[in-house]
């Protein structure tokens, strides 16, 4: 009882302590630092008298903003800023400078450049006749700017007429629409009943440059494209006249028709003047062919192959016309890289309180056999003093693990046409590695192969992999006799999935994984299965049955599951300073056939730096399963399924620091109900109940190139508990019992 009152008291007082130094920061004053005559902006608003108006989408045209807030609430780098003295000599007021941000004082200039920007992004908007008003208020030294939108009517495409002076190119755009037609697919941007607004324009000319760039005619570009439009008094509809101009080289040269160019040779030189990838290699990659019409997609293509080519650094293609005639000469040069690297990295250890090190050793080849080839070979050992483990001989850790990989830049696939070869943007990848594990518990061997292929889609943000297949063995060749005496082999700790954990197995899966990332949402998809292949020649023939049930090869059970991972986030940006993510992540795996539990390197687990923080890593679930014993609980603290909900409100603070407030929610559940993990199953009727829901406050250190981050999570509803206190956590917070520390490199998600 006592615990629990100094308990809620330091809670309080820390609440108490962070509520008062709020107000101080808050209520500085920064009235010093404005000029005589001058006005604070203190807030910015846009309103429009159209009803359901977007202002959001004209706020960048106001060019100034008010003071930055911590949260969209807190003014806390004004504040800093404001609790400096004047006197610079004094570290601490430079300090507070630094931290800070000096007061916006408003500008009127500014303010009516605004209305004007803002006046032509209405305009180009479709909205020919928009008005905007700009109203102060002044409250003291602060000033509330207000900006009034009067859009009135938005104009509309009425008729579209083409005027192509060229015959030539008359006939390409007209082939080309009619193909579409015949398709059903979508041609012009320009349509009856569109809004008229500079970006249909654009849109237009963007097309129509595009189809000519692609049909030869290289040196066609989007100033030979102009608009006319016509309107009429009191009518909101607009004809709109579509201008291609002739061919001039400058404004004093005659026009013409536009050329229409094809490729005559292609020439190959590198920084160093030898060329160490195969002609093969260099046909494959180069899109654009001799005698076949310039097309700059194809230019943009070859870029691209080029760029994916681990042996080139970067490339330049330049075209040489040669006289009066229309054929392009292409030189392609080539800056490679150095072919081989060897790399060091020493690292250092700490788990659960056991001090260790590591190193590795990694040697890569980018141009192995003069195909752009990308071998890579890595070792690594590692060294860990165990502590708190009675009954062993030995309490030292030791791993070596040996990696291999070969990546071609190319589909390899038998009886692949040279056509799909070339066009395919596929890497090939082959892999091989050994993992040797000796604790004092076991001692334990990891071997896998896996062929992968990878590809993506640059104008979608769509990479997807493929795995066929991905082999692992894992031998146990040793167990001490303690560890079989009170975990394996105890009467009174009878544990599946422990066990199964703990003896030979096969996994051979099939894989298939998508991702797509456009900077705002961003998409994960997998779904993979194992033992299968397995499965099909053990029926038919006639694999031996071990003594649980399972068919074996070589005298080694295989595992047989299905596996589904579903991952999404959205980034909602409201200024420079401050964001929301929403995040939610599903996983499901179901063993049958030959197998009766995951292995566990497939199995979920929930808490922890990326998953609900107010647990640690694998201390949450499954279901409502409260562990007893850590030593052996993070094997039963595992399941089948796994949901995750996160929303994670960011910030900018100050130089490199970035602040955020979470809220976390989810657990993970078993699909079979297994006697060792009580309240772990998935039930329809009770799994919102089972929903584990956290809180707190994250710090980040960002360096653009990579993220410090630290968190600090409290239990909110906890559904693992022993009292109601417990189980509801936010409202009986107890620091010792609900917080969990966080430190991680890169978002959360």
């Known amino acids: 009882m006592e615990k629990s009152y100094k308990n809620l008291y330091h809670n309080q007082l820390l609440q108490l302590a962070l509520l008062c130094f709020l107000v101080i920061i808050t209520g500085c004053s920064s009235s010093k630092y404005i000029p005589e005559n001058e006005y604070l902006l203190q807030k910015v608003e846009i309103h429009a008298d159209v009803k359901g108006f977007d202002v959001s989408s004209v706020a960048p045209y106001i060019r100034q903003k008010a003071n930055s807030k911590w949260f969209s609430l807190f003014k806390i780098p004004l504040a800093t800023y404001s609790m400096s003295g004047k006197d610079s000599t004094k570290w601490i007021n430079r300090t507070l400078k630094n931290m800070g941000e000096a007061p916006v004082i408003f500008d009127s200039v500014q303010a009516c450049l605004s209305v004007d920007d803002l006046r032509n992004a209405l305009k180009n908007m479709g909205y020919m006749h928009a008005t905007v008003d700009l109203k102060t208020k002044v409250k003291g030294r602060k000033i509330t700017a207000a900006y009034v939108l009067h859009p009135g009517n938005p104009f509309y495409i009425d008729n579209v007429r083409y005027d192509i002076q060229d015959?030539?190119?008359?006939?390409?755009?007209?082939?080309?629409?009619?193909?579409?037609?015949?398709?059903?697919?979508k041609s012009h941007v320009l349509i009856k009943g569109s809004p008229f607004t500079v970006s249909k324009l654009e849109g237009e000319r963007k097309l129509i440059t595009e189809i000519l760039l692609d049909s030869g005619y290289y040196k066609f570009h989007k100033d030979f494209i102009k608009f006319d439009a016509d309107t009429s008094v009191n009518n909101t509809d607009v004809d709109v006249t579509v201008h291609l101009l002739k061919f001039r080289a400058n404004n004093d040269s005659p026009e013409i028709s536009h050329?229409?160019?094809?490729?005559?040779?292609?020439?190959?030189?590198?920084?160093?003047?030898k060329l160490h990838l195969t002609r093969n290699v260099l046909d494959n990659a180069t899109i654009l062919k001799e005698g076949k019409r310039y097309s700059y997609s194809d230019l943009e293509e070859t870029y691209r192959n080029f760029g994916r080519l681990s042996a080139v650094r970067y490339t330049s293609i330049q075209f040489r016309e040669e006289p009066n005639t229309t054929s392009l000469d292409c030189d392609i040069q080539l800056n490679t890289n150095n072919p081989s690297t060897i790399a060091f990295q020493p690292e250092g250890t700490n788990t659960a309180g056991d001090l260790g090190a590591a190193m590795s050793l990694t040697y890569q080849n980018r141009n192995i056999f003069h195909g752009s080839e990308l071998f890579s070979a890595e070792?690594?050992?590692?060294?860990?003093?165990?502590?708190?483990?009675?009954?062993?001989?030995?309490?030292?850790?030791?791993e070596w693990s040996a990696e291999t990989k070969l990546q071609f830049p190319r589909l390899l696939v038998p009886f692949a046409s040279r056509s799909l070869l070339r066009r395919s943007t596929a890497i090939s990848e082959l892999s091989l590695s050994w993992d040797m594990q000796n604790r004092p518990e076991f001692h334990r061997r990891v071997f896998s192969t896996a062929w992968r292929y990878r590809w993506s889609s640059p104008d979608s943000h769509i990479n997807y992999r493929l795995d066929i297949p991905d082999l692992n063995y894992v031998y146990m060749p040793w167990i001490s006799e303690t560890?079989?005496?009170?975990?394996?082999?105890?009467?009174?700790?009878?544990?599946?999935?422990?066990?199964?954990?703990?003896?030979?197995?096969?996994?051979?899966?099939?894989?298939?994984?998508?991702?797509?990332?456009?900077?705002?949402?961003?998409?994960?998809?997998?779904?993979?299965?194992a033992g299968n292949f397995l499965n099909a020649l053990s029926s038919s023939m006639k694999f031996h049955t071990n003594s649980s049930g399972r068919h074996t090869l070589f005298g080694i059970a295989y595992a047989q599951y299905a596996?589904?991972?579903?991952?999404?986030?959205?980034?909602?940006?409201?200024?420079?300073?401050?964001?929301?993510?929403?995040?939610?992540?599903?996983?499901?795996?179901?063993?049958?056939?030959?197998?009766?539990?995951?292995?566990?390197?497939?199995?979920?687990?929930?808490?922890?730096?990326?998953?609900?923080?107010?647990?640690s890593v694998r201390e949450l679930g499954p279901g409502s399963f409260k562990g007893k014993d850590g030593r052996i609980d993070f094997i039963n603290q595992t399941g089948d399924m796994k949901l995750d909900l996160n929303a994670e409100y960011r910030t900018f603070l100050f130089w490199k620091f970035n602040g955020a407030i979470f809220v976390d929610a989810g657990n993970i559940w078993t699909l079979r109900d297994y006697p060792d993990q009580p309240g772990g199953q998935f039930k329809w009727g009770s799994f919102l109940k089972q929903i584990a829901v956290a809180y707190g406050l994250g710090l980040r250190l960002n360096f653009n190139y990579f993220i410090l981050r630290f968190d600090m999570g409290m239990k909110a509803i906890n559904p693992a508990y022993s009292d109601s206190n417990e189980h509801y956590a936010i409202i009986h917070p107890d620091f010792s019992r609900d917080f969990t520390f966080h430190f991680a490199v890169g978002l959360p998600f």
């Not at 015959?167 to 697919?185: I, M």
């Not at 009467?491 to 894989?511: H, P, Q, S, T, V």
């Open 167 to 185: 015959s030539g190119v008359a006939t390409v755009l007209s082939n080309y629409f009619s193909q579409l037609q015949k398709k059903h697919a």
């Open 563 to 615: 596996k589904l991972d579903f991952d999404y986030t959205r980034l909602l940006t409201f200024d420079a300073h401050n964001s929301l993510a929403l995040h939610a992540d599903f996983g499901i795996a179901y063993p049958y056939g030959n197998s009766d539990i995951l292995p566990f390197e497939k199995r979920y687990f929930s808490g922890g730096a990326n998953s609900v923080r107010g647990w």
């Open 259 to 273: 050329p229409r160019y094809i490729i005559g040779k292609i020439n190959y030189s590198t920084d160093n003047g």
């Open 379 to 398: 070792v690594r050992g590692a060294f860990e003093a165990i502590t708190g483990l009675e009954g062993y001989r030995d309490e030292n850790f030791m």
């Open 483 to 529: 560890f079989k005496k009170n975990y394996l082999d105890n009467a009174d700790n009878r544990n599946a999935i422990l066990r199964y954990n703990y003896e030979d197995l096969f996994i051979m899966k099939l894989g298939f994984g998508l991702t797509y990332n456009n900077g705002i949402d961003a998409l994960r998809f997998n779904v993979e299965t």
